[in-house]
């Protein structure tokens, strides 16, 4: 038997050091644990695809929670179907030590386990649909009180026009300008043409 570890954080800002601790002591090798920074909306994710491409029948595989293998109740119950019926893995949920598919593989704990997993992909995919609903309305009140969402614009030179018209007459290169005013190239395209059509010109 072999034995692997699937690690998932939802983007490439978080931290997957807590689910790796996790998995410490459970005779997992380095190479045999695989991770994924990115959402778990769906199963196009390298590292989750090529663990099942390489797991085999009879091959343990540890997930800390079952959020991490997914936040839809239905992609997990298929997913989850398809670790242990199709590839023939076990599996265990560090979180939960119930659902470990090693134990009780009789008729009563097939069941038991089924149920624990059906109500853990409910209660998964509740909780997201109710923080998804909590943000939708927290930035709508935050728009109500007028607060601006999203990256703060970048403040211009006062002399952001005159800059523009020395670009334009090449006096100025363009590192220089992005330099002078101190945006990206496209953060200038975009503030320049806003410029121009304020001035009722074309862009």
């Not at 199963?43 to 695809?49: D, I």
């Not at 023939?88 to 069941?111: H, S």
């Not at 992909?121 to 109710?130: L, P």
């Amino acid at each position: 038997m072999r034995t692997f570890g699937y690690v998932r954080v939802s983007s490439k800002e978080q931290n997957e050091d807590r689910q790796i601790l996790a998995m410490e002591g459970l005779s997992i090798l380095p190479c045999n644990v695989f991770v994924d920074k990115q959402s778990g909306k769906d199963f196009e994710r390298p590292a989750y695809k090529r663990l099942v491409k390489t797991l085999r029948c009879g091959d343990l595989v540890y997930i800390k929670s079952i959020d991490r293998l997914g936040r839809n109740y239905e992609d997990i119950q298929t997913q989850w179907r398809i670790l242990t019926k199709e590839k023939g893995v076990d599996i265990v949920v560090i979180d939960l030590p119930l659902l470990d598919t090693r134990r009780d593989k009789d008729l009563i704990g097939t069941l038991i386990s089924d149920i624990i997993l059906s109500l853990l992909s409910f209660f998964a995919q509740s909780e997201r649909e109710t923080i998804r609903r909590r943000q939708a309305e927290g930035i709508a009140a935050a728009k109500v009180r007028g607060v601006q969402l999203g990256r703060p614009i970048k403040p211009l030179p006062d002399n952001f026009p005159e800059l523009v018209a020395q670009w334009g007459n090449k006096k100025l290169s363009r590192e220089e300008i992005l330099k002078k005013c101190r945006i990206s190239q496209a953060t200038f395209y975009r503030r320049r043409a806003k410029h121009r059509m304020a001035q009722g010109k074309t862009v």
